[in-house]
């Protein structure tokens, strides 16, 4: 039986789908709450891995370890940068991720990891600073699945980041770095880890706000991280109805 990992940060992010597929509670692997269900033949474990990169990469390297995954599908909400056409309640798939602070900061400015010339991943011909890819053919599914399901959407970039942006100055910051259009605190984390482990992955987040000067009025967590779910249960069945290969 194939198997899929659908990981969040927080329970709000994953609330809708667990009702939504009748999942049902496991044990906790480790420190974290994992949860089971059954699509078509194919198993579905989601995984609530906590906030940040280090619970992001513990999380994804235990489940690695013990359920060995044909698919990391990590979710969750995001904010939006400006220029990139999302506002909040779009749907945002990453084409890939930056360890967006990972670096040096000199007295000319903020370099990244090749300017110390230690890469954070080595291997299958390749020495990767602070980029790390995602699986390109699952994001052009998932992009088309969310078209077709009516969701406004954007592929591309996302840049993860240990200090929420919370000015409109340091999202410009961001941007001079790294091209992207969503930020988050995991994404990086988790694909980097599936990438370790040779497992592809695909990362799906609903804009809970902009990249701006900090206003919680303006933000909307729960409809963002409705709409990316009612997405997520489209998806998975899609996906599942395809299973060779996943493909
Ligand atoms: O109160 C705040 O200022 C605040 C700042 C960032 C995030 C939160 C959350 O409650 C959600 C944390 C969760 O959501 C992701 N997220 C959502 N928006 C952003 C963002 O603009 N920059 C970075 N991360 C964001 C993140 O992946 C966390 O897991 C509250």
């Known amino acids: 039986m194939s198997r899929i990992i659908v990981t969040a940060s927080t329970r709000l992010e994953l609330s809708e789908l667990l009702a939504a597929t009748s999942a049902s509670a496991l044990p906790d692997a480790g420190h974290v709450p994992l949860y089971r269900t059954e699509m078509r033949g194919t198993e579905i474990l989601f995984a609530l891995t906590g ?22 599908i990590n979710t969750g909400c995001g904010g939006a940068f400006a220029g990139a056409g999302l506002a909040v309640g779009d749907l945002a798939v990453a084409d890939s991720e930056y360890l967006a602070d990972e670096g040096v900061r000199t007295p000319d400015g903020w370099r990244g990891l090749d300017l110390i010339g230690i890469p954070v991943y080595e291997g299958r011909g390749e020495r990767l600073f602070n980029r790390i890819p995602l699986d390109r053919e699952m994001a052009r599914r998932a992009l088309d699945c969310a078209t077709v399901g009516g969701f406004d959407t ?43 482990y040779g497992v592809p992955c695909l990362e799906v987040r609903g804009i809970s706000n902009m990249v701006e000067d900090r206003d919680l009025s303006r933000w909307d967590l729960k409809r963002a991280v409705g709409q990316v779910q009612r997405f997520l249960a489209l998806y998975l069945a899609q996906v599942a109805d395809n299973r060779p290969g996943m493909r």
């Open 154 to 196: 954007v592929l591309g970039p996302f840049l993860t980041v240990s200090t929420c942006s919370g000015t409109t100055r340091q999202g410009e910051e961001l941007l001079r770095r790294f091209p992207g259009v969503c930020e988050n605190m995991e994404g990086a984390a988790v694909a980097q880890v599936a990438l370790m």
């Open 51 to 72: 906030i940040g990169k280090v619970n992001a990469a513990s999380a994804v390297t235990l489940l690695c370890e013990r359920y060995a995954p044909d698919l990391i």
